[in-house]
């Protein structure tokens, strides 16, 4: 079978993860206003598989923003998992914002 035309097909994210019928996407953003702000970001995402063929994810995503009009903000999105663990942590004060998401999930093959 030969496939002639693939410009509907979109590129997938570097940080997405797809195993399956299950993906993972995790990104974090901050901003802050002023010339003597701060900010950071940091994302990471771990997908390992066993012999039995059990998927296992492990990410983290934070973001900090320290000056005026401070924001950060992590999203992800899970989809197809059998089992998922989110944990989020948010912090905010009048010239900082700080947001930690972690996640665990687990994906096991149909049978």
Do not use: C, H, W
Not at 62 to 75: H, K
Not at 92 to 100: A, H, M, R, T, V
Request: net charge negative; glycine share 8%.
């Amino acid at each position: 079978m030969q496939i002639a035309d693939l410009s509907y097909l979109e590129n997938a994210p570097e940080n997405e993860l797809i195993l399956g019928s299950a993906s993972a996407t995790i990104t974090a953003d901050a901003s802050a206003g002023d010339p003597n702000s701060l900010t950071y970001t940091g994302t990471d995402l771990d997908l390992r598989t066993n012999k039995k063929g059990v998927a296992r994810l492990k990410g983290i995503g934070a973001a900090v923003a320290i000056g005026e009009d401070p924001t950060a903000d992590v999203s992800y999105t899970l989809e197809g998992f059998d089992k998922t663990k989110v944990e989020t942590f948010d912090k905010q004060g009048s010239n900082y914002d700080l947001e930690i998401v972690k996640i665990k999930a687990i994906d096991r093959p149909n049978k």
